[in-house]
């Protein structure tokens, strides 16, 4: 064996060591700050339950979109019980509104808000929950698990879950989307045949007024169609400038020049390409989602505003010239996922999109 290949064979041994020690050390310390204390083997019938919590730590704008989907099967699944949800952060909140949750926790999980933490856990541990539902496998979520009140607590089955969940559950990864492969929980759970799932974010007649409002007082009350796009992206995410001014200009081509052009701009892109003959911004999620389902035509390079436009309903195109399509795509019967930006033929994507 080469010097090389006895270095990787090493390292290989190194790690998979770390890993099988850390996750003894994990196994040991939630079981040290409640582990599965008050769970009961039994598992309650659906009509059984009163009171159901569903934990999700984590602090990305995109993950919080593809949890949609799952907070709508859990309440579908659970209609006579109140189902609350925990996050991280207050801002995730609004993301939830108008779905039916009962109540929204927020860990505020992590060293600097460590007060916030443990208020939180307090007055969780006032409760009694019938079930809490792990719909990931995070760190995090188990830390928040092992501190809960709970009789049946259900996850995946893997090396750490079984230290804080009554019952686990084998994934066998039917799903490639990362939005969707906590449903097969839900479905073995609950012994159901899989269905279309959609992230929808549900928005109010109001918010929804409120946007036409504010499109028709950017645009006036022109009938040419209207066409938004966000450049802002990370790394090799970000499209050139140019590929974008391509990519207008086959659709202006294709309106006869009869199209209003809107660039949604951000704190990282505060200039609009010359193509923009109108701009937008605003920091609110909600707004900027009502927004972009009355445009209704969204282009987009970056999971996080996709994903928030998809789940409004908007008609969106992915632009993913790095990230994985199969995984974190957008979900919908109104989205259509790009790798090739050269190969965008206006009519024929229009066509698919059923806007003509």
Known sequence: MSVIKKIRTALRQFDAKRRNNSVALEAAFLKLIGGRKGRQQQMLEPQEVNRVLIVRNNKRIGNMFFLLPYVNKV????????VELLLTDPWQGQVFENLGLSKIHY???GLKTISGFFATMRQLRKQVYDVVLIPYSGSSDRIVTALVTAKNVYGYDDKVNGAVCSHTFKQTRRYKHYALGCMELLEQLHQVEPSDYYARLVLSEFEQQHARNELNGLIGHNNKPCLAYF?????????????WQIL????KKHYGGELNVIEILSPDVAKPLADAEFTYSNSDLRKLAAFLQQVPLFFCGDTGPLHLA??????CVGLFTVTNVAQYGCLGEH??????LAAIDAAKLLEELKLQ
């Open 335 to 340: 989205a259509v996922n790009v790798t090739d």
């Open 310 to 315: 998809s789940s409004a309903g908007a008609y």
């Open 248 to 251: 207008l200009d086959k659709f």
């Open 75 to 82: 309440i579908e699944m659970y209609p006579d019980a109140e």
């Open 231 to 243: 450049r802002g992206a990370r790394g090799a995410k970000v499209i050139a400038d140019k590929d």
């Open 107 to 109: 860990s505020q999980f």
